[in-house]
Every structure is written in structure tokens, then in C-alpha cells.
């Protein structure tokens, strides 16, 4: 048998692009009344956070609903794990978490109970369901309030028990609508983190807001969605956590600052005489090194910082106007 | 145990509300049994009981299963989970009335033992399967009009939940009503003679035997509706086939009583009548589900493209039940038109009417479709049933008034002279009116594409 290779052929629908989680094509949905989105194409890398922006009624929504299988598309083609949302919506559905912009909780049931539920209509065996519970429960921080009823938690608390129900089941790919809607800033954090600990736990995110400023903290990549359709038409990388960004500023005007930023290595996002937004290596030894060169070839170099605007940066980057 | 079940019976058979049920029906029977004595007293305050608890109020909590959570927001949540139609079906269907049938059990307990004590354990086996059959009915009648009602994406307010628990309550009655005709129990206590043989198809069959063994199909019938709205609700595709057995059971169970017309229509042969017997049905449940199912241009267009692209498969899983009831009015009142030549005596007159039928069921579903590409189609459907009225009821009426009712046959099927013309004209109508809705349709497809791009 040595040499021989062994050749598997897969169904077309089970054909998954090495990396890939979402993958949509030319996706168009009607409304009786309008069409909602006019031909939207994106790919999501596996194991990342992407964020879904755009103004209200851009059809944010309606696209996250379409990747849940909730909604059949009139047109397109949503493939999420290498299956079609029109052939196995059940599948999907199974490998899936989603958490709604307004959702409802079992008011009367325990916290317990909720995520019993959760977890048993999402086929886990009823041997391995108080695990799963505990697993879910402790990951959103909500372990000493298993007896607690649902209707008795805070607002903050609320949301952490729907994403407890939306990951119970472990899926692969987790989409959520203004998850931070009316958060304080502590629990706003602690979604944060949380999310961060998902995708590193192996799952994919996509995260919807009009709220640039709560995405900052943990997407990696974007997609802008304005008036039914992607802006640029394509997802850009807002985040990398080995080539992160940073926000040059010299204090004397340089025309040539963007030609030397690039002779160094760096990829320049945005650059005029003054500024420059550029994606750099975190290895402190070659931004050091950076820097000296800077200085050595006289900018007067008055601040380099890893860019905390990183996502409003690109987003009014593609969108070309800023309020 | 099935999760969506076991989270019903959590909320509903919590040990306070257990107790207090127990205890106000021991009550109950308590007092009545001070009133009346034991026997056909208490059993009947026990009947009245198990109706109201499990058919009124069990209706109620049916169609609420699915009303409630879309109403509380956790509709999206139970639509992506892994259960199964038929799981979720019966988890809500028995789960949200479990409460129900704790109550029922105690009323149907009682009445079972007098029913054993006076009638023998045979006919108390024959009750326990009515009481039963009558509840399930009830209840699956009212979650399959919430269910359709979901689909058209329609509010729920407490008239749309009241609406779905009457037509539990209307389904109730009819098996009622039909039972009421073969039941021992009723006969005995309304000293009336129970109908004991049912013609059907040129037999005479026990009638406990039949109307058990139709009211436990009609229940199964029900039940597999339920299932098949849920599981457009999981966003799973339905074929065309199980409505196409439906149509050949029902058309074959109603023509059967064609004996009960025989008397009516005495120039009409056994044949003739069955066929019309079927073609009616087939009517009414054009008319039914053309009212009841979404109209959606959306999926008219994804239909035509499918036809278009010759995907005839795929088409066919976006087929309508109104438009298979459609296709089977027509072909079953073709084949009534046909038989009816082998008869002279009534060969033109009933052709015609049959043909005019034909004519102004197209015209009907056709408005039907019509009103929902006008503005302000969400009230599409009031609209079309408000021309029918204004075709079926006013026009006359106004006819009438002025003397003028041999124009009748532009409205309503009626002999004409001569007598081709009412069928002619009835299909010219549907023909305008089915043209209009098509161009509609496209008209409207045409400027949204426009919008798009």
C-alpha cells in the first residue's frame, strides 16, 4: 500500500475551503416591501471576530439572519461550515449560536433550567447536559447563580445567560445582534473578554453594531454594510494580533513620511505629511529599531502608539466621510 | 425525554398549581355529588368539566405554545435548535396543555367509571377514545391556525389568539355534533335513538365504528398538519405530496356519502354525485387555502424562475396547497363536465354550471392573488373578501332590486340563456382577472429590480 494515495471525493455541499467558516455569495433578500440586501458577498476566516457595521436599517439584521438559516435568500448562496443554508437550515442550525438584538428568557425557570433546556434541544445526551450546563454557566461568569430565576437576574446578567444559551452547545460559529445594547462599561468589558476567550476557544463571531467603539475591543476583522449591500465590497482586517496598528505623528511636515514607512516594512493604511496609520510587527525589537531610523533620518517623531481607533479608522477609511 | 415536553411541564406543572387543581376539582365533584347524587349527574358535571379544561382552555394554551414565545421573543431561540418538527410539535402540542390534561384525567377518571358501571367496560373504551380524540382535535386545530397564522406573519394580539382557539373550539363542535348522532351516553340521557349504520360508497357501516375510525384519522390528519407548518417554521421545504394524498383521501372519503344527496338530486347518478361531492370539497379548500397561506411575490418569482430554469423539482416544493386544491377542483369538475354527457337530461344544464363554477373559482383565487400586489397589500386578503362579498352578495342583491336577475350568471354560477353563456362569461372574468394579477406580478417584480439596481 505505501505510495498509493488514498482519494476521498466529497459532495460538493461538504467541500469546505481550508480556513474558511462563512462563506456568501451575491446573497439577495426581499421583504414584500423592499429588498433588503442587493447582492452581498463576504468571506469569514475560521476562528475570528468579525464585526458587521453599518447604520440603522442597513440590513445588518437581515444578513445575520440569513447566515442563522432563519431567512431563505431570494437569491445567493450562504454556506456556513461548507453547508448550504437552503439544503440543511437543520444542520446549521445545530453547529450554530444566535443571539438576537431583542430576545426573550424563560422568566420562571432557573438559570439552570434555562441552559438545561438550551443544551438538550441542542442534542446534548441528558448524561452530559449538567456539564454542559456548569461548562456554559461558568464561561459567562454566571456559576453561582445556577438556582437563581432568569426573571430575577439584572439586565446585564440577562445577557450573559442568553450567550450561555447561544454556546451551550459548543457551535462552531456565533452571531450576534447589538450584544452590548445597554451594557455599563464593567459588563461591556467583561462581553469583551468573554468573546475574546470564545474565539480563542475555537469558535467564529460575527458581531453586529452601529456602535464602533464597543466592537474595538475584540473584532479582527470588518464588514460595512450600507444600504443593502458591502461597502468596498469586500471584509477588511481591522485587527491582527502579530501585525497590530499604529498611529505615527511627527511634529515637522515630511512629504516623503509614507515612501519611508513603506522602505522599512511597514503597511500604510492612511499617511499624509504629518500622520501616518500604518500595520506593523509587535515585535518590540523591530518597532524599536523602527523608531531609531525614524530618527536617524530626521522626523521629528513626537508619538508612536498602537492605534486604539483601529476600527473607525478603517471604517470611515472605506465609507470616505467621517460625522 | 423530549426538552421541549419536559420545559412545558416545568412552567405548567409546577406542585401549587398540581394542588390546586386537584382540590378545586375534588371540590367540585364533591359538591355535586351533595346536589345530585352519584351516577349520570356527577359524570355529567364531570363532562362539562373535561370540555371546558381540556377544549376551551386546552385550545387556548395550544395555540399560545407557539404565539407566546414569538410574543416573548424566544421563538428564534427554539427555531434553531436541533429538535425535530414532529419533536417540537408534540413537545408543545401536549407540553404548553399538560396542565390540561392533569385536570382532564381527573374528570375523564370519574366518567369512565360510571360509564363502565352503567354501560359496560365496551362502550367506556369506545368513550375514552371520544373524550380524547375530541381534546386532541381541539387543541391541534387551534396550534395549526396559530401555526399558519406565523407563517403570514401576522400580529398576535389576544382577537388573533382568540381566532386560533375558535377554530379549535369549531372543530370541537363538529366532532361533537357528528358523534353526538352514534353516541350510547347521548342517546340514552336525550332519549333519542342513536344512529346505528352509516351509508358510504353504497355500504351500510356501523356507525360508532366509522366515526371513531374518522375522527381518529381527521385527528391524525390534524396532528400531521401541525407538523408540516413547523416544519416550514424550521425553515425546512415541504413537497407537494402529502397535500396531494390529502386531496385523494378527502375526495375519496366525502364521496362516499353520496347517498345522503341521492334523495335531493334524483336525476343525478351515483357517479355524478360523488364527483360533485368531491368537486365542492376541492372548491372549498381552494378558497380556504388561498385565504389562509402567504400569498408572497417573492416566492411566486423564485417559482417561476425555478420553472423557468427547468429545475421542475425544485419548483415543485414551492408549490401552494391552494394551487394543488386548484388543480384538482379543475380536474375533478373536467371529469364531472365529461360523465355528465352519458346523460341528456342533464347534460348541458349541469356542464354549464359546472363549467361556470370552474370559471369563477379562477376568477376568485385570481383576485386573491391580485389584491396582494396592490398598496397596502397587508390588508390584501380583507380586500379580496370584500370584492367576493361585494360579487356574491351586493351585486344580487342590487340585481334583484332592480328586476334585473336573469344577470345574475355575470356573478354567480346560474343557468343562463342560452345556456353556454353563464360558463362563458364566468371564464372570461377569471381569465381577465388571472391576466391582471400575472402582469401585476411582473409589473411589480420589474420596478423592485429597478429599485435594486
Given at each position: ?323 | ?129 371520544y373524550?380524547?380524540?375530541i ?37 370541537a363542535l363538529v366532532v361533537y355534533y357528528v358523534w353526538s348522532a352514534a353516541d350510547p351516553v347521548a342517546a340514552m340521557l336525550s332519549?333519542k335513538?342513536a344512529t ?11 356507525a360508532r365504528?366509522?366515526l ?242
Amino acid at each position: 500500500m505505501a505510495g498509493r494515495d488514498i482519494v476521498i471525493f466529497l459532495p460538493d455541499r461538504l467541500r469546505v475551503e481550508p480556513g474558511l467558516m462563512i462563506e456568501v455569495e451575491d446573497l439577495v433578500y426581499e421583504y414584500p416591501t423592499a429588498r433588503a440586501l442587493k447582492g452581498v458577498s463576504l468571506r469569514v476566516p475560521d476562528r475570528t471576530i468579525t464585526a458587521l457595521v453599518g447604520p440603522n436599517g442597513a440590513g445588518k439584521t437581515t444578513l445575520l439572519r440569513c447566515l442563522a438559516a432563519l431567512e431563505y435568500p431570494y437569491s445567493g448562496r450562504v454556506r456556513i461550515d461548507g453547508r448550504d443554508t437552503t439544503q440543511s437550515p437543520r444542520e446549521i442550525h445545530a453547529r450554530l449560536g444566535y443571539l438576537p438584538d431583542f430576545y426573550g428568557l424563560y422568566d420562571d425557570l432557573t438559570v439552570r433550567r434555562c441552559l438545561s433546556y438550551a443544551a438538550r434541544s441542542h442534542g446534548i445526551a441528558p448524561g452530559a447536559t449538567s456539564a454542559a450546563v456548569e461548562k456554559a454557566a461558568a464561561r459567562v461568569g454566571l456559576a453561582d447563580r445556577l438556582e437563581s430565576k432568569s426573571g430575577e437576574l439584572s439586565r446585564g446578567l440577562r445577557q450573559r445567560l442568553a450567550i450561555a444559551q447561544a454556546i451551550v452547545h459548543e457551535p462552531k460559529v456565533l452571531l450576534l445582534d447589538e450584544p452590548a445594547a445597554g451594557l455599563d462599561p464593567q459588563a461591556r468589558r467583561d462581553l469583551s473578554r468573554l468573546l475574546l476567550a470564545l474565539r480563542d476557544g475555537g469558535m467564529t463571531l460575527v458581531v453586529s453594531s452601529h456602535i464602533l467603539a464597543e466592537l474595538e475591543d475584540y473584532c479582527s476583522e470588518m464588514v460595512i454594510i450600507e444600504n443593502g449591500l458591502i461597502a468596498g465590497g469586500k471584509a477588511i482586517k481591522v485587527r491582527d494580533d502579530e501585525r497590530p496598528r499604529y498611529m505615527i505623528e511627527i511634529a515637522t511636515k515630511r512629504s516623503d513620511l509614507r515612501e519611508f514607512l513603506v522602505g522599512r516594512g511597514a503597511d500604510v493604511i492612511e499617511a499624509d505629511q504629518i500622520h501616518a496609520l500604518i500595520v506593523f510587527t509587535r515585535n518590540p525589537g523591530a518597532r524599536a529599531k523602527l523608531i531609531r531610523e525614524l530618527v536617524a533620518a530626521g522626523f521629528d517623531l513626537s508619538s508612536f502608539g498602537e492605534s486604539s481607533k483601529a476600527l473607525e479608522d478603517a471604517y470611515f477609511a472605506q465609507v470616505g466621510r467621517r460625522p | 425525554m423530549n426538552p421541549e415536553f419536559e420545559r412545558n411541564v416545568w412552567l405548567e406543572l409546577t406542585p401549587r398549581r398540581v394542588l390546586m387543581m386537584a382540590g378545586l376539582l375534588a371540590l367540585t365533584f364533591f359538591a355535586a355529588s351533595l346536589a345530585g347524587g352519584l351516577g349520570w349527574g356527577l359524570s355529567s358535571v364531570a363532562s362539562l368539566l373535561y370540555y371546558f379544561i381540556v377544549v376551551v382552555w386546552g385550545s387556548r394554551n395550544a395555540a399560545m405554545s407557539v404565539v407566546g414565545e414569538i410574543r416573548d421573543r424566544t421563538w428564534d431561540m427554539q427555531r434553531l435548535s436541533s429538535l425535530g418538527a414532529g419533536t417540537m410539535t408534540w413537545g408543545k402540542l401536549f407540553g404548553a396543555t399538560s396542565y390540561n390534561w392533569f385536570g382532564g384525567a381527573l374528570c375523564l377518571a370519574l366518567i369512565m367509571v360510571n360509564v363502565a358501571t352503567q354501560l359496560g367496560p365496551v362502550t367506556a373504551a369506545i368513550e375514552f377514545v371520544y373524550y380524547l380524540a375530541i381534546g386532541v382535535i381541539a387543541q391541534a386545530a387551534s396550534l395549526l391556525a396559530s401555526l399558519i397564522a406565523v407563517g403570514r406573519r401576522q400580529a398576535h394580539s389576544r382577537l388573533d389568539l382568540f381566532v386560533y382557539q375558535a377554530v379549535g373550539l369549531v372543530a370541537a363542535l363538529v366532532v361533537y355534533y357528528v358523534w353526538s348522532a352514534a353516541d350510547p351516553v347521548a342517546a340514552m340521557l336525550s332519549h333519542k335513538p342513536a344512529t346505528d349504520f352509516i351509508p358510504w360508497w353504497g355500504r351500510s357501516i356501523d356507525a360508532r365504528a366509522f366515526l371513531l375510525a374518522s375522527v381518529a384519522i381527521f385527528a391524525s390528519w390534524t396532528l400531521l398538519g401541525c407538523i408540516r407548518e413547523m416544519r416550514l417554521e424550521l425553515k425546512m421545504r415541504n413537497g407537494p405530496l402529502v397535500w396531494l394524498v390529502f386531496l385523494v383521501f378527502i375526495g375519496l372519503y366525502v364521496a362516499g356519502f353520496d347517498a345522503f344527496l341521492s334523495a335531493d338530486m334524483k336525476s343525478w347518478d351515483a357517479i355524478s354525485l360523488r364527483l360533485l361531492l368531491a368537486l365542492t370539497t376541492y372548491a372549498i379548500l381552494t378558497y380556504l387555502m388561498v385565504l389562509l397561506e402567504p400569498k408572497d411575490r417573492v416566492h411566486y418569482r423564485w417559482m417561476a424562475g425555478q420553472f423557468g430554469r427547468r429545475h421542475f423539482l425544485t419548483a415543485l416544493k414551492g408549490v401552494q396547497a391552494w394551487m394543488m386544491s386548484y388543480g384538482a377542483t379543475l380536474l375533478v369538475g373536467g371529469a364531472l363536465a365529461l360523465w355528465l354527457l352519458h346523460d341528456a337530461a342533464t347534460a348541458m344544464a349541469g356542464q354549464a354550471l359546472v363549467l361556470a363554477t370552474l370559471g369563477f373559482l379562477t376568477r376568485d383565487v385570481s383576485i386573491f392573488v391580485l389584491m396582494q400586489t396592490l398598496p397596502g397589500r397587508r390588508r390584501g386578503d380583507l380586500g379580496a373578501l370584500a370584492i367576493l362579498f361585494a360579487l356574491y352578495v351586493l351585486a344580487p342583491a342590487i340585481l334583484n332590486g332592480l328586476h334585473a336577475a336573469s344577470a345574475m350568471y355575470l356573478f354567480f354560477p346560474q343557468l343562463a340563456a342560452p345556456t353556454w353563456l353563464g360558463a362563458a362569461a364566468a371564464w372570461i372574468e377569471g381569465v381577465i382577472v388571472l391576466g391582471l394579477a400575472v402582469t401585476r406580478l411582473a409589473l411589480v417584480e420589474r420596478s423592485g429590480a429597478k429599485a435594486a439596481a
